[in-house]
C-alpha cells in the first residue's frame, strides 16, 4: 500500500511539473519530471518497465541512437502499436521516467505495448540492474562504439566489458541486436549467451578511399593483433578479420544493398537496418519497413530541417570525431553539388559535450575547407573551432572563407545571410550548442 501510495504520489508531482515547465515554456520538460519523481519513488524505472505489454526495446551506442529510436517508434506505430519513447534524447535515468510517466494515467499505470528507450551507453549496466522478475521481453540494440567524452566515459573496451558483465547475466529469452561492422560489438556479441543478431553493410563499392586517423578500434578485440581490413565505412567500422587468431566479422541477418534509407549520410544507412532488424524480429514485414523509411521525419537536429526567415537550414549534430567527419562528408557531397555554400559550427565544452575539445584535431576539416564557401563558427570555444579550421587551409585562395563570431544569435544571421535563397543552410553543432540553437530558431528550449 505504501509502495502504491509514493508511486501516486511521484505520478501526480511529475505531472504537475510537466504542466509548469510547457505552460510557462520553460522547455519540453524531458528532465525534470523524473528527477523530481525518483526522489520520491527511487525504483520508478523498473516499476513502470514492468507494465510494459509487448516489449522494453533499449537503444545504446555513441552514434544515431535518437534517430534510430524514433524510426523504430515510426515503424510500431504505423502497424497500430501503442509505444512510449524518450523522443527528445534525453537518455540518462531521469530522462527515461520521465518518458515513461509522459504515458501513465494519474494513478501510475502506463498504457503501452513497447518502450523504446534511448539510452547514455555509460549508463546501460545501470539500467539492466534493473531488470526484474516478471519484465517484459528484453531487446538489446547496439549500433556503434566510437570515443565520445573521453573525461567522462573512457576508453571504448571499457566501455564494452562492462556491457558484457551486465549483459550475460539477463534472461536467456533477452534478445540483443548488434553492429557486425564494429569489432568491438561484434567480439561482444560472439561472447554472449543470449540470441544474438548482427546487421552490417554489403556494399564495397560505397568504402572510404582509407582509414581515417581518427579511427578508434583498428585491433582484434580478442588477441590484440592488428586487423586486416578489406575496407572500411565508416570510422572502423568494415570488413575485417584477424590473421593471427581467426576472429573476423560476423555474418548478417538483411543485404543492406537490397535496402533504401533514411536520411542523408552513410550513419543512417547503419540507423535504418538497426531498427529494420529489430522491427523484422519483432514480425514486421518488410514492405510496411519500407513504407515507414518513405515517410521518416528527422528528429530534432539529426539532419532535421527548419524553415527560418524563408531559407532552409538543417542541423546536424556534430559532438565527436566520427560524428563530425561523416557530417563533413556528407555536406562536402552537397557543396560539389551545388546545394549548400555556407556552414555554421557551434563548438562548446560543457558537461553534456564534454569538458575536451581537443578531439576537433582528429576531424578532417580539410575536407570542408577544401570544398571552399563560407564557414562561420561560434560556441563557447569559438577560437579553438576558429584555429582548427584555419590550419585546415592548405591552398589558398580556394573561395573559403572564415567568419569569427562570439555571440550565437549573430552568428546564425550572418550564416543565414551568407545563404543564398535556393540553398540550405547547415548548421554542425555539438549537444548543447544543437539545444541553444533549436531555442533561438524555435524559442523552444529542452529541459
Excluded at 94 to 120: F, H, K, P
Aim: hydrophobic fraction near 40%.
Amino acid at each position: 500500500m505504501l509502495n502504491k501510495l509514493r508511486v501516486g504520489l511521484a505520478v501526480g508531482v511529475s505531472k504537475t511539473v510537466t504542466s509548469l515547465v510547457r505552460v510557462l515554456r520553460l522547455g519540453a520538460a524531458s528532465v525534470l519530471p523524473g528527477q523530481i519523481a525518483r526522489r520520491i519513488q527511487p525504483q520508478l524505472l523498473p516499476l513502470l518497465c514492468q507494465q510494459v505489454r509487448k516489449g522494453v526495446i533499449l537503444i545504446v551506442g555513441t552514434n544515431g541512437k535518437t534517430t534510430t529510436s524514433l524510426f523504430l517508434r515510426t515503424i510500431l506505430t504505423g502497424q497500430g502499436y501503442k509505444v512510449t519513447h524518450n523522443a527528445t534524447g534525453a537518455n540518462l535515468i531521469n530522462g527515461l521516467v520521465s518518458a515513461l510517466l509522459e504515458d501513465t494515467n494519474l494513478i501510475g499505470q502506463l498504457d503501452a505495448d513497447y518502450a523504446i528507450l534511448e539510452v547514455d551507453e555509460n549508463i546501460l549496466p545501470l539500467v539492466l540492474r534493473q531488470v526484474e522478475p516478471g519484465f517484459p521481453p528484453l531487446f538489446i540494440l547496439g549500433l556503434n562504439l566510437f570515443r565520445d567524452q573521453l573525461d567522462r566515459y573512457g576508453e571504448v573496451d571499457t566501455i564494452s566489458q562492462r556491457w558484457k558483465q551486465a549483459i550475460a547475466p539477463l534472461p536467456p529469452d533477452t534478445v540483443v541486436v548488434l553492429n557486425a561492422d564494429d569489432p568491438t560489438l561484434c567480439h561482444l556479441g560472439q561472447q554472449l549467451p543470449q540470441k544474438v543478431l548482427f546487421f552490417g553493410m554489403s556494399e564495397p563499392d560505397r568504402y572510404l578511399e582509407e582509414i581515417p586517423h581518427a579511427v578508434d578500434s583498428i585491433y582484434c578485440p580478442s588477441c590484440g593483433h592488428s586487423l586486416d581490413y578489406q575496407g572500411v565505412y565508416l570510422s572502423h567500422l568494415g570488413d575485417y578479420k584477424c590473421p593471427n587468431c581467426g576472429f573476423q566479422k560476423s555474418p548478417v541477418t538483411l543485404n543492406s544493398r537490397e535496402w533504401p534509407q533514411i536520411l542523408i549520410g552513410i550513419y543512417n544507412k547503419y540507423n535504418t537496418l538497426a531498427a529494420g532488424l529489430i522491427a523484422h524480429e519483432i514480425g514486421i514485414s518488410t514492405e510496411a519497413i519500407f513504407d515507414a523509411i518513405k515517410n521518416f521525419r528527422a528528429a530534432f537536429g539529426r539532419a532535421e530541417v527548419l524553415e527560418v526567415g524563408g531559407k532552409q537550414v538543417r542541423i546536424l549534430l556534430s559532438k565527436n570525431p566520427v560524428g563530425m567527419n561523416e557530417t563533413i562528408r556528407a555536406v562536402s557531397e552537397l557543396q560539389r553539388a551545388g546545394e549548400t555554400s555556407t556552414t555554421l559550427m557551434i563548438l562548446n565544452d560543457r558537461t553534456p559535450d564534454g569538458t575536451d575539445v581537443s578531439w576537433i584535431w582528429d576531424v578532417d576539416t580539410e575536407k570542408l575547407v577544401a570544398a571552399g564557401g563560407t564557414i562561420v563558427v561560434s560556441g563557447d570555444r569559438v577560437y579553438d573551432m576558429a584555429l582548427r579550421l584555419r590550419y585546415s587551409q592548405i591552398a589558398p585562395n580556394n573561395g573559403f572563407k572564415l567568419i569569427v563570431k562570439e555571440d550565437l544569435q549573430d552568428a546564425i544571421n550572418t550564416a543565414l545571410e551568407h545563404t543564398p535563397p535556393e540553398e540550405t543552410l547547415h548548421i554542425l553543432p555539438t549537444y548543447s550548442a544543437m539545444l541553444e540553437v533549436r531555442g533561438l530558431l524555435t524559442g523552444r528550449k529542452i529541459l
